[in-house]
C-alpha cells in the first residue's frame, strides 16, 4: 500500500516563509502533487514533480527527492489568505491516480 | 469556479437508503474521478472513469459504484447507507487522462449526512 506522512499542523508569520515536508512510501510512483484547501472549499492544484529537483510557480515552490522519497512544499511571502490545509499526493500506477496524504493545516497569523 | 458542477450540494438521508451524487466535468474533459473526504479517512480516491470506461479503483466499497456516460457526466450510486458514509464526496476532472500527474479540478462537493 501507500502511506504519505506530513506535520498536522503548522503555524507562521504574514510575509514569512514556510516549508512543509512530505515522506512517502510507495511502489509504482510517477510524481508528487500538492493541493491547496480552504475550510469548506474544494482541494486546487498547486504543483507537480515528477523529476528531482525544485518547481517553482510564484510565491510556491515544489521540491522532489525520488531516493529519499521525499518532497516539500515552500510558501513565501505569507499572506492571510494562505490559511488553508495543504496535501501532498503521490501518483501512482498507470492512471492519474491521487493518494492523498492526511494533510497539514497551515495558520497565518499577524 | 473550477468548471466541475457537482449536485446536490447537501444530501440527508437515513441508514439503509440508496442515493445518486452527480457531476459534470469540465468541458472537454474525459476523465473524472470521485474521491471521500471524512474527518477520520481524510481524502481518499474511490474510482476513476476516463471517456466512459473505468480506468482506476481506489478504496470503494461494494455498496457504491459509479458510471460516465456518452455526455462524460458521471453518476456515484451509494447504497445501503451507513452512518459511517457520512461524508464530502468530490468529484474531480482532468483533460485527457493519460498523462501522469494531470492537474485535478475540483467540483464544490456534496456534503452527504446520513442519520
Known amino acids: 500500500g501507500q502511506s504519505l506522512e506530513q506535520p498536522s499542523e503548522v503555524t507562521a508569520v504574514e510575509g514569512a516563509i514556510v516549508q512543509i515536508n512530505c515522506t512517502y512510501q510507495?511502489?509504482?510512483?510517477?510524481?508528487l502533487s500538492w493541493y491547496q484547501q480552504h475550510d469548506g472549499g474544494a482541494p486546487t492544484f498547486l504543483s507537480y514533480?515528477?523529476?528531482?529537483g525544485l518547481e517553482e510557480t510564484g510565491r510556491f515552490s515544489s521540491f522532489l527527492s525520488r531516493s529519499d522519497s521525499y518532497g516539500y512544499l515552500l510558501l513565501q511571502e505569507l499572506q492571510m489568505k494562505d490559511s488553508a490545509s495543504y496535501f501532498c499526493?503521490?501518483?501512482?500506477?498507470?492512471?492519474?491516480?491521487?493518494?492523498f496524504g492526511t494533510g497539514t493545516r497551515l495558520q497565518v497569523t499577524l | 469556479d473550477s468548471g466541475v458542477t457537482q449536485t446536490p450540494k447537501h444530501l440527508i438521508t437515513a441508514t439503509g437508503q440508496r442515493v445518486t451524487l452527480r457531476c459534470s466535468p469540465r468541458?472537454?474533459?474525459?476523465?473524472v474521478y470521485w474521491y471521500q473526504q471524512s474527518l477520520d479517512q481524510g481524502l481518499q480516491f474511490l474510482i476513476q472513469?476516463?471517456?466512459?470506461?473505468?480506468?482506476a479503483k481506489g478504496n470503494i466499497l461494494e455498496r457504491f459504484s459509479a458510471q460516465q456516460f456518452p455526455d462524460l457526466h458521471s453518476e456515484l450510486n451509494l447504497s445501503s447507507l451507513e452512518l459511517g458514509d457520512s461524508a464530502l464526496y468530490f468529484c474531480?476532472?482532468?483533460?485527457?487522462?493519460?498523462?501522469?500527474?494531470?492537474?485535478?479540478?475540483f467540483g464544490p462537493g456534496t456534503r452527504l449526512t446520513v442519520l
Open positions: 474531480a476532472s482532468s483533460g485527457q487522462g493519460r498523462e501522469i500527474g494531470n492537474e485535478q479540478f
Open positions: 510507495t511502489s509504482g510512483f510517477y510524481g
Open positions: 514533480n515528477a523529476l528531482d
Open positions: 499526493a503521490v501518483i501512482t500506477g498507470t492512471a492519474s491516480k491521487l493518494t
Open positions: 468541458s472537454g474533459d474525459l476523465s
Open positions: 472513469y476516463y471517456n466512459g470506461e473505468e480506468r
